[in-house]
């Protein structure tokens, strides 16, 4: 039987992952207004992925024989004042996710939830590889800063992007 604290952070770790998928869709939509479609299109993935978290959680506490709470999400940031703005926000984002993470863990760890803990390792992982991505792309906005072919070159290259749920 989970404590109802952890059944909590799960819950809220679940809305706050739909609300990260908002907030990607925001991204998404400031990209499309712009006419870069392919950052557009990053982003949109990247709000699927975030869904993708979210039903994971979901899932996770359906099995445990808890009752999952939708939440309403707060309104996401709409105002980016340009790409490097928008990839900026989002690792600020995915770093307040990876706190979070940690602390659930925490959480689990102190209950010696094992499930939980184990449920949980997939959330770290996938963290490393978010921050990292996010960190990687705003290094290469960066140096491309005025170059437009190059800047061309990667709008193009995210167009290509697709979202494939990693398998369990
Ligand atoms: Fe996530
Ligand atoms: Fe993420």
Request: charge should be negative.
């Amino acid at each position: 039987m989970l404590s109802d604290e952890l059944v909590k952070g799960l819950n809220d770790q679940m809305n706050y992952e739909f609300y990260a998928a908002h907030s990607y869709l925001a991204m998404a939509a400031y990209c499309s207004a712009e006419s870069y479609d392919g950052f557009a299109n990053f982003f949109l993935v990247q709000a699927e992925e975030e869904r993708f978290h979210a039903m994971k959680f979901y899932n996770f506490i359906n099995a445990l024989g808890e009752r999952a709470k939708i939440q309403a999400l707060p309104e996401p940031n709409n105002s980016f004042s340009s790409i490097l703005d928008a990839y900026e926000k989002a690792l600020v984002q995915e770093k307040e996710v990876t706190k979070k993470i940690y602390h659930l863990s925490d959480l689990a760890l102190d209950a010696r939830e094992h499930a939980t803990i184990n449920f949980l390792k997939w959330f770290i992982d996938e963290q490393v590889e978010e921050e990292d991505l996010f960190d990687s792309i705003i290094q290469k906005l960066k140096r491309i800063e005025n170059d437009s072919n190059a800047f061309f070159m990667l709008d193009d290259e995210f167009s290509k992007r697709s979202f494939t749920p990693e398998a369990e």
